[in-house]
T-cell receptor
Framework: DAKTTQPTSMDCAEGRAANLPCNHSTISGNEYVYWYRQIHSQGPQYIIHGLKNNETNEMASLIITEDRKSSTLILPHATLRDTAVYYCIVRVADYGGSQGNLIFGKGTKLSVKP | DSGVTQTPKHLITATGQRVTLRCSPRSGDLSVYWYQQSLDQGLQFLIQYYNGEERAKGNILERFSAQQFPDLHSELNLSSLELGDSALYFC???????????????FGPGTRLTVL
């Protein structure tokens, strides 16, 4: 799996959009970008994933640059409960049994402040 | 609630002992993954099972072993425990291994192991 680079920490005001960047400059054509988050020692939680098109779900939006070398996770209206470590992970699309696991980096610690 | 259950929530034991951690995947999920999270190593993949068979190994020590049973629940066995094995152990499950986009994994609440 390709390596990702994320800022160590970010702050965001409650109610504002949180934009979390991720660089994955060595991403391959068959690798997806996944985002997970971990709220203080709880199990990681899946947020969203994408290949090359922008994606949106009830939790967040994922913007992937045209060259796919970077992406941004957007939490449109951050709340205090969104305070967590956010992990950007790239994974191969066709995993024939050996690439199913997630490789977590250090992630970005997002602090949402009142 | 992810639908993945893990027992026990907390476990305190002594060095040299053996423990078993249990995981029940979401209904219908065939793949089970085990991860270890310690303060200095972060979240690390240990091992994956799919429908009862071992499919991938990560940084799992020889003192550790796992299995997945016919009802798809999984157990992680940790033996000859050392102080450094103290960590959070997470189990995750996903639908399966079919080709196409890798399926998202759903994580359980974890088991906190303390080795004294």
């Amino acid at each position: 799996d390709a390596k990702t680079t994320q800022p160590t920490s970010m702050d965001c005001a409650e109610g504002r959009a949180a934009n979390l960047p991720c660089n994955h400059s060595t991403i391959s054509g068959n690798e997806y970008v996944y985002w997970y988050r971990q709220i203080h020692s709880q199990g990681p939680q899946y947020i969203i994933h994408g290949l090359k098109n922008n994606e949106t779900n009830e939790m967040a939006s994922l913007i992937i640059t045209e060259d796919r070398k970077s992406s941004t996770l957007i939490l449109p209206h951050a709340t205090l409960r969104d305070t967590a470590v956010y992990y950007c992970i790239v994974r191969v699309a066709d995993y024939g049994g050996s690439q199913g696991n997630l490789i977590f980096g250090k992630g970005t610690k997002l602090s949402v402040k009142p | 609630d992810s639908g993945v259950t893990q027992t026990p929530k907390h476990l305190i034991t002594a060095t040299g002992q053996r423990v078993t951690l249990r995981c029940s995947p979401r209904s219908g999920d065939l793949s089970v993954y085990w991860y270890q999270q310690s303060l200095d190593q972060g979240l690390q993949f240990l091992i994956q099972y799919y429908n009862g068979e071992e499919r991938a190994k990560g940084n799992i020590l020889e003192r550790f072993s796992a299995q997945q049973f016919p009802d798809l629940h999984s157990e992680l066995n940790l033996s000859s425990l050392e102080l450094g094995d103290s960590a959070l152990y997470f189990c995750a499950s996903s639908v399966g291994l079919a080709g196409g986009p890798p399926y998202e994994q759903f994580f359980g609440p974890g088991t906190r192991l303390t080795v004294l």
